[in-house]
């Protein structure tokens, strides 16, 4: 994600980032036993994929332009994000912080070869400012962040961790105009309205679903 947003605004990020709640309906029906797929999240996750497609723009689909490779990383770091969430609802017996360390220290891992590569830190003059930034970070979004991502899948579900995801691409616009003087272009609005209606049409339950086990019947 941070790599596209070399390119990519943050305004536009936050609205691809609204596709993560429409990918794990769908993984959750693979993946568990209680959050299976019905008419309206399959309705929702295809205007999700509308809604990307209306924002990317029809004709750069099928190119390998610079930006568009870096908005196929957002989204990819997207559909990351909904496999999180899948996998750490069967980690929920776990002790939360515990688990949340291991997470952390894993994607540290993960992530150093790549850094070592491709940023070369050694070489990089890093403000005061940037290392306040990146310890903020670390803290609050991250390390906190998900502590509580581990206890509201406990308590709620990859669903609805999925769900409120929908509030990210409104306040990554807010921001985005607010503090980077962003402006956004004419087919965001569209792609934001589509993607977030979608969100809404598959938090519907069908009149014969189970609402405590989440089975068509």
């Known amino acids: 994600m941070s790599w596209g947003q070399v390119k990519v605004d943050a305004g536009l990020t936050g609205i691809f980032m609204a596709v993560m709640p429409l990918i794990t309906l769908v993984l959750a029906h693979f993946f568990t036993s209680d959050e299976k797929l019905n008419i309206y999240r399959v309705i929702g996750f295809m205007l999700g994929l ?13 190119t390998l332009g610079d930006e568009t490779i870096r908005q196929y990383a957002i989204m990819g770091a997207a559909c990351c ?3 999180h969430a899948i996998i750490s609802k069967s980690l929920t017996g776990l002790p939360r912080r515990a688990v949340s360390a291991a997470v952390l220290i ?4 993960a992530m150093l070869p ?3 590569y491709f940023d070369q830190p050694w070489t990089l003059e890093i403000s005061a400012n940037s ?4 310890v903020l970070l670390g803290i609050f979004p991250t390390g906190i962040g998900t502590i509580m991502l581990f206890a509201i899948i406990q308590r709620q579900g990859a669903g609805f961790l999925s769900q409120i995801n929908f509030i990210v691409p409104v ?3 807010f921001w985005a105009i607010l503090f980077l003087s962003e402006t956004l272009p004419a087919n965001a609005l569209a792609a934001l309205i589509i993607i977030l209606i979608g969100v809404a049409i598959a938090r519907i339950k069908p009149s014969s679903e189970k609402i405590n086990t989440g089975v068509i019947q």
């Open 81 to 83: 994000y909904a496999i």
């Open 171 to 173: 306040f990554g616009i």
């Open 50 to 62: 509308l809604g990307v497609a209306v924002l990317i723009g029809f004709d750069k689909l099928a």
């Open 114 to 116: 790549m850094s070592l």
């Open 106 to 109: 894993a994607s540290s891992i």
């Open 131 to 134: 290392w306040l930034m990146l």
